[in-house]
């Protein structure tokens, strides 16, 4: 393993912990857990199954039934059965959980432009367009 790859993976890794203390300051402001926050974001324009969420927050399908349960009574998210299998249900915003989580990620997106705010407009593009291709490149590989 070359030096690049560990510093690749140690800035990665502060990065993820720095995006974790956005998400959980924003939670913090919408009086939810960080966990709500990346379920809610999850269902932007996604019906995921129960398993499906489970695997794209890295936790059990029992959390992700806790999750769904209290953002249910809160009137942000309900179940659907799926329509080509009866025996799936998935997840969809309500009304109410839709217009939240656009509050939410808008709250995300100031606190990235105000810690971002020294990058110049090309300097972003080349973020966007490198943390694209890494995405790609962990989706492949998993």
Same mark, same amino acid.
């Given at each position: 393993m070359s030096e690049a790859d560990w510093e690749l993976a140690t800035v990665l890794g502060v990065l993820h912990r720095e995006m974790g203390a956005i998400y959980a300051q924003v939670a913090r402001d919408f009086e939810l857990t960080w966990q709500q926050v990346e379920l809610l974001c999850q269902l932007n324009d996604a019906s995921p199954s129960f398993g499906e969420l489970a695997?794209?927050? %890295?936790? @059990?399908?029992?959390?992700?039934? %806790?999750?769904? @349960?209290?953002?249910?009574?809160? %009137?942000?998210?309900?179940?659907e059965s799926d329509p080509h299998d009866r025996r799936v249900i998935r997840l969809t915003r309500t009304e109410q959980g839709a217009a939240l989580g656009e509050q939410i990620q808008a709250a995300i997106a100031e606190l990235l432009a105000q810690r971002f705010v020294n990058l110049s407009a090309d300097d972003r593009r080349h973020l966007i367009t490198l943390s694209q291709r890494a995405l790609a490149a962990l989706a492949a590989a998993g």
């Open positions: 695997r794209a927050l %890295g936790c @059990d399908k029992s959390n992700v039934t %806790g999750m769904v @349960d209290r953002l249910a009574r809160r %009137g942000l998210v309900r179940r």
